[in-house]
């Protein structure tokens, strides 16, 4: 098993449509990674988010390559994680894909060092670039966490391609 792990998909014969298939069936949370980079406001929908460590605190995102906040997170090397709440459907779709407009229209507020916090989440985790690795067609960002806050709520959840209000 592990001599497959640097094998390719066609080597192991686990295309991308069977691997996905199989990690629907793991239920995450859904968090909007944002930035801002010169000025401009960057965000993005995630699941694929896990803490790392606890000491230092630690946890990791993956954006895509090529992916617009990804890139503004390496240039400015801070990031807030908005975890959202039940209910938060909107939210969560209004930063799916490539729309630069995102934000308009948006009532925000921003973080000491300017970052947009978004409305209504459970918690925002404010963090600063601590490392970054390659990850297939994805990159695997860590951040250090310097701040957080949370209160009681309902997550979102993502399971099988949907989106899900969650029980805490």
Do not use: W
């Not at 951040?143 to 709520?153: L, T, W």
């Amino acid at each position: 098993m592990l001599n497959q792990l640097n094998k390719t998909k066609s080597e192991t014969g686990v295309s991308p449509e069977e691997f996905r298939r199989s990690m629907s069936k793991f239920a995450t949370g859904v968090a909007v990674i944002t930035t801002a980079d010169s000025g401009i406001l960057y965000g993005m929908t995630v699941n694929s988010l896990t803490s790392l460590s606890l000491t230092p605190c630690l946890l990791l995102i993956c954006p895509k390559l090529g992916s617009a906040t990804g890139h503004a997170i390496r240039n400015s090397r801070r990031f807030i994680v908005n975890v959202l709440e039940a209910g938060q459907q909107e939210l969560c779709q209004r930063f799916v894909g490539k729309d630069a407009k995102r934000f308009d229209g948006m009532e925000l507020q921003f973080s000491a060092d300017g970052l947009p916090l978004l409305q209504g989440c459970i918690a925002h985790i404010s963090c600063r670039l601590h490392a970054v690795h390659p990850g297939g067609d994805h990159e695997i960002i860590v951040g250090e966490v310097i701040d957080c806050a949370g209160h009681h709520g309902d997550p979102m959840i993502f399971h099988e391609g949907r989106l899900l209000n969650g029980v805490a």
